[in-house]
């Protein structure tokens, strides 16, 4: 069965910091780009970062930008976002895919994970 699974998500104090882990499972993450998306409460999903295939190429959105740091370990099969410095606008769901380009159009993406809630707060 092919599916991803974030794992790392969880209640952090403003300044903190969490690591996302999304790992996949069925199918091979090496022939994909992967993508880390988030949806906040009556928002849209939006492109949080993205990394190519060959792991050469990457995207922040400007808000995340030297706070955040994507990158994949293909011998784990597994995806991350390091998140340093969070802000309570980054509470949100945040989701990763896969996909044939690093874009922050998640129509680009076709396989999904099921997400993991970050809430930052005090």
């Known amino acids: 069965q092919v599916q991803l699974v974030e794992s790392g998500g969880g209640l952090v104090q403003p300044g903190g910091s969490l690591r996302l882990s999304c790992a996949a499972s069925?199918?091979?993450?090496?022939?994909?780009?992967l993508g880390w998306f988030r949806q906040a409460p009556g928002k849209e999903r939006e492109g949080v970062s993205c990394?190519?295939?060959?792991?050469?190429?990457?995207w922040y959105q400007g808000s995340v930008k030297g706070r955040f740091t994507i990158s994949r370990d293909h011998a784990k099969n597994t995806l991350y976002l390091q998140m340093s410095t969070l802000e309570p606008d980054d509470t949100a769901i945040y989701y990763c895919?896969?996909?044939?380009?690093?874009?922050?159009?998640?129509?680009?993406?076709?396989?999904w994970g099921q997400g993991t809630q970050v809430t930052v707060s005090s």
């Open positions: 895919a896969a996909g044939r380009v690093c874009s922050d159009d998640r129509q680009r993406y076709d396989i």
């Open positions: 990394i190519s295939q060959s792991g050469g190429g990457t």
């Open positions: 069925g199918f091979t993450l090496d022939r994909y780009a």
